[in-house]
């Protein structure tokens, strides 16, 4: 029997539906390294634990978080943590090939208790030794081990963001070598997956530096269907004995839209959770529209959507901060969305506020690089009528509750 898991990657039998993306993702690591786009509340970081907990006959499966991280020296102890964490009996391999500084390092640490590795870590560095002499040893290693081995790195975004802030004449380079990295492991047996909530591309593509990741292979992770909406409620409700009618099922479609999976997921156990205090009911359509006004668009889920929010003025270029707060504002305003060339005119009206203006050719491509964001950050999509809303009807519906006003509604 399945649970609910609200807020947490999903594993084994609670994994729902991505079972042939899984399978496509293996096929495209034969011959090249990944991007791994999709939104943050999709599903991302379950893939990415499916791959590390049923990895493919005779890969090993390394998974790091950076999200964290703020530097490369960090990256390279990060590293060396996920290898013992995941792979200890291949990072005792590794030191017995090494040499040198690395072997100096792996020696000093292979006594310590997991907790204690990267306080070790951050001990054995000798200011002599940069980042990149580190890494590189250490990869050297891997790619001479003939391993097929896959590295998964989880919000690269936000290090590269923490290392552009706290280092940023590291950045760059960083960059330069991961790319040169990859295309080494090509080569060999090592391959990577690198996935991100904020859009890697189109940050990169802003900075002029998109060359530098345009090797890896996108792979974007979709919403559930309504298809799988609905097998996923059935099946939920089913092995837990809770009858419901026929209206049920169209409601939570329409009150969802494109499901963000944590959503489903909330509002389909807080449904299970009302039925169990009265567990004579029958769920109907009215039931799910209380649970959702309630717990959805009160305090319970706050916290998680506050976060689509609060990310704009984190991961959004300075310029365009404003003026996609206030988009987001006014179409969650709009009853069926926002035609282009009006939303166009909204932006143009950000923009004639400010001191130094941008014209012509220059704000089109802004505009449009911001609607790149936008949409492929799961905010917005293009409906079928040829306008612009948001792809999530409770994130449009909360949006508007708590911030469609903020402008005075103009």
């Known amino acids: 029997m399945s649970d609910f898991i609200v807020g947490s990657p999903v594993r084994d039998e609670d994994f729902w539906f991505r079972t042939d993306f899984v399978e496509d993702l293996w096929e495209s690591l034969v011959k090249h390294n990944v991007l791994l786009l999709a939104p943050r509340r999709i599903g ?5 634990y499916r791959l590390l907990d049923y990895p493919r006959d005779g890969w090993l499966v390394i998974h790091m978080n950076v999200e964290d ?5 960090d990256f390279f102890i990060a590293l060396v943590a996920a290898i013992n964490e995941h792979q200890p009996d291949y990072l005792r391999v590794i030191r017995s090939a090494a040499k040198g500084f690395l072997k100096g390092i792996l020696d000093r640490i292979e006594k310590v208790e997991a907790w204690e590795l990267k306080v070790q870590l951050r001990k054995a560095e000798a200011s002599t030794e940069s980042w990149r002499d580190r890494i ?3 990869l050297e290693r891997v790619l001479q081990s003939d391993n097929h081995v896959l590295f998964i790195i989880d919000e690269l975004p936000d290090m590269l963001n923490s290392i552009m802030r706290r280092q940023p004449e590291e950045y760059e380079g960083f960059l330069h070598w991961f790319r040169k990295m990859r295309d080494r492991s090509l080569r060999g047996k090592v391959r990577w997956v690198v996935g991100g909530s904020v ?3 189109a940050a990169l593509d802003q900075q002029g530096k998109i060359k530098l990741i345009n090797d890896l292979k996108v792979e974007s992770l979709a919403p559930f269907t309504p298809e799988e909406v609905r097998e996923y409620v059935t099946t939920m409700f089913n092995e837990k004995g809770v009858p419901f009618d026929e209206t049920t099922l169209p409601r939570i479609g329409e009150l969802l839209g494109a499901p963000i999976p944590l959503f489903l ?3 389909t156990q807080e449904v299970f959770r009302l039925w169990r205090r009265h567990p004579e009911m029958t769920i109907t359509a009215d039931t799910v529209t209380e649970v959702f006004n309630k717990a959805l668009l009160g305090e319970m889920a706050r916290d998680k959507l506050q976060h689509y929010r609060a990310r704009i003025p984190l991961y959004y270029p300075p310029e365009e901060r404003e003026a996609a707060l206030y988009l987001l504002n006014k179409l969650s305003l709009s009853v069926e969305g926002i035609a282009p060339a009006t939303l166009f005119s909204l932006y143009r009206k950000v923009e004639g506020k400010k001191t130094l203006r941008r014209e012509g050719t220059a704000l089109n491509q802004d505009y449009q690089s911001l609607l790149m964001h936008l949409r492929s950050d799961f905010y917005i999509e293009e409906t ?5 809303d948001f792809a999530s009807l409770l994130l449009k519906t909360w949006w508007k509750k708590y911030y469609g ?3 005075g509604g103009d």
Do not use: A, C, H, W
Not at 384 to 388: H, I
């Open 44 to 48: 991302k970081t379950s893939v990415m």
């Open 69 to 73: 991280l703020e530097t490369p020296d």
């Open 384 to 388: 079928r009528s040829g306008t612009y």
């Open 405 to 407: 006003f903020e402008n």
């Open 136 to 138: 590189e040893e250490l």
């Open 199 to 201: 859009n890697l591309i």
């Open 265 to 267: 997921q909330m509002l």
